[in-house]
């Protein structure tokens, strides 16, 4: 008689390679992304803005706004200041002060409103003071996201970030337009849809002494 041996059949060398090498690059990926969100949410935000300048003229007029006019006046300004950037929000004056914009999470563009008081400084700045956040289903502490977007955002020189206060301060001392006016912050009363502002026009100097 003769006997029949059966030959068992195995997976071939190739095809197990695939599949641990996808495996890998995938726990590579998720890894990495997590060490790179780590990062960013745990590093405190640079504080680019250099030491307070103090405005110690008297101002040369007061304007008063409402919340619409401001909004738009803000609006412009990010429009141009953020138009070479890939990273975008807005900030809104309504019953509160809103900032809006995305941080990302394993990849994913994640929206977020983050709702703020304002309060007028004795010299004339604007404190925001963070009280709440929307930010989907997800519950995340307003800190770990202030984080996110002080190192990730783009802000001008004057706007600083704090994260462990959760504040955000408007050094309008050290704002200055192109034209050399400068702006303090009067009252801010946005129940009553009231912005009163002073205006400072850029100091003149004479020639020869006059």
Known sequence: ???????????????????????????????????????????????????????????????????????????????????????????????????????????YGVPFSIYLDPYVMENGDVQLKAKRMEIGALSVPIKVVMNYIGNSYKFPKWVVLNSKKETIQLRLNQFKMKNGMQIKAKKIDLANNKINLDVYLPQVTSEGGQ
């Open 1 to 107: 008689m003769t006997t029949r041996t059966q030959k068992k059949t195995k997976p071939t060398p190739t095809n197990f390679n695939i599949w641990k090498w996808l495996f890998i690059i995938l726990v590579a990926i998720i890894v990495g992304t997590g060490v790179y969100f780590g990062h960013k949410i745990t590093q405190p935000p640079a504080q680019t803005a250099p030491n307070e300048q103090l405005i110690k003229r008297q101002a040369t007029f007061s304007v008063n706004l409402n919340k619409s006019q401001v909004n738009d006046v803000i609006g412009y300004y990010l429009n141009h200041y953020l138009k070479k950037t890939k990273i975008k929000y807005t900030f809104d004056l309504g019953d509160q002060a809103v900032l809006k914009g995305k941080f990302k999470l394993l990849g």
